[in-house]
């Protein structure tokens, strides 16, 4: 018997290390070729990490949340034959994130006591671990860890599931996407608790990953930026009218129009105007960069947390150009597969939550930028024509502003002249 240590590979080029955001065995547990291990987060991508071998985990080289170096030790094996360190190997990443701050790292991780030997690992035995069996109860305790890939707890969350209640079939009891079949097929729900009967549990939620960027980034922005935020009211019937029959009459290979592509060519005008807007501002340096380039993020909310998409030159982009870009950021954003370069280089950010829009709310601004426009929903109200009240279609815009580089004058000279420009979109075709 030997013993195999895996190291934790290079991640992508530049990156000296990563955050380990899963662990998907534990101690004891006996692994084929291929088996994920852990999963780790950088400020480009989430990539998971495989077994190279067959063996018996004996060591595990960190914690939920800690940052590793990359070639440090992350696993240890005990294996049939010589054991030996295998060598950082390019990983493969399989989930593009949002690039955030860079974290400090954390202290070497603390190796975690060897458990008790058991027997070795052959090429001739059958599956190392014997599936679960669904039965009345729950197939994990409370504190059990389902082990699955994120492709598999993305496809859980969105259908609700616990995957607690999912039997796994693969190595070491891991749920594949054929159990998650299995599960839907016969309808199985988790048992339902009693009406009324008190809950005292309190369950400890450690924030990491993706998540513990956007905190970090959120605190970053309100601890930094002194927000205004400046809320106006927009007429836009004159502009759905106009969405309605231009989607009526777009081509089969057009995509379709929401307000967001109508509003984006706005900003572009009214950046035209002002281009301090369309900034970002290095406090450390009291430098202000304002971009020549129009850069749009688009702020979307996805299965794994917050994520900024961004429409490049959108000044150089038609109506339908604009619509097109971004229903194929908001794709791959919802996938997991966008790229660095399509979530990264934002000079101005949209912020929208649809038909949940509210009537105001008060977006952050995304750092280092000076400037986010927010997007309300949008409602039939009476407005008073100077003879009657007659129905309008009503829309908010909720937008903040860097008050240290943006006076409230110029926030407000900016958005009436989006208003402006919304209320007769005619104007937004309009050159010069």
């Known amino acids: 018997m030997g013993e195999y240590v895996i190291k934790l590979p290079d991640v992508g080029e530049g990156v000296a290390e990563a955050e380990l955001v899963e662990w998907n065995v534990k101690i004891g547990d006996l692994v084929r070729e291929d088996t994920v291990l852990a999963a780790v987060m950088t400020d480009k991508a989430t990539v998971e990490i495989p077994s190279p071998v067959d063996g018996e985990i004996i060591w595990l080289g960190g914690e939920i949340g800690q940052v590793l170096a990359i070639g440090s030790p992350l696993v240890r094996l005990k294996i049939e034959g010589e054991g ?57 305790g409370e504190g059990e860890k389902p082990l699955a890939s994120p492709a598999v707890r993305l496809r859980a969350r969105e259908a609700g599931v616990d995957l607690r209640q ?44 993706l998540r513990r960027k956007i905190a970090e980034k959120m605190a970053i922005a309100k601890s930094h930026i002194p927000h205004i935020t400046y809320v106006e009211e927009i007429d836009v019937t004159s502009l759905e009218e106009l969405r309605a029959m231009l989607n009526s009459k777009k081509r089969a290979d057009q995509p379709k129009l929401t307000i967001l592509p109508f509003l984006m060519r706005a900003m572009v005008k009214a950046i035209a105007d002002q281009p301090q807007l369309n900034a970002l501002y290095d406090d450390e340096a009291n430098i202000i960069h304002q971009h020549g380039g129009v850069h749009i993020g688009i702020a979307a909310q996805t299965p794994n947390g917050l994520v900024v998409p961004v429409v490049k030159h959108a000044e150089a982009r038609t109506l339908w ?45 995304n750092y280092p930028e000076v400037a986010i426009i927010g997007v309300n929903k949008i409602s039939v109200r009476p407005v008073w024509d100077g003879t009657n009240f007659i129905p309008r279609k009503m829309m908010n815009l909720s937008s903040s502003f860097d008050h240290r580089v943006i006076d409230g004058w110029d926030a407000a000279v900016f958005i009436q002249r989006i208003k402006t420009l919304l209320e007769t979109p005619a104007l937004i075709f309009v050159e010069g």
């Open 166 to 209: 999912v039997s796994g079939t693969g190595p070491a009891g891991r749920i594949t996407h054929e159990d998650l079949e299995a599960f839907f097929a016969r309808g199985s729900q988790k048992p339902g608790i009693a009406a009324l009967a008190p809950d005292s549990s309190i369950k400890e939620i450690k924030v990491v990953g």
């Open 321 to 365: 150009d604009c619509a097109a870009e971004v229903n194929l950021l908001a794709d791959a954003a919802k996938t997991g597969s966008a790229t660095r370069e399509q979530l990264s280089g934002s000079t101005i950010t949209i912020t929208s939550l649809g038909s949940m829009g509210g009537v105001v709310t008060t977006p952050v601004i």
């Open 84 to 140: 030996h360190a295998a060598e950082p190997e390019p990983a493969k990443p399989v989930k593009a994130e949002a690039p955030e701050p860079a974290v400090k790292r954390a202290e070497a991780p603390k190796p975690q006591p060897e458990k008790a030997k058991s027997k070795p690992v052959t090429e001739t035995e059958t599956p190392l671990v014997a599936p679960r069996v669904l039965s009345g109860s729950a197939p994990r």
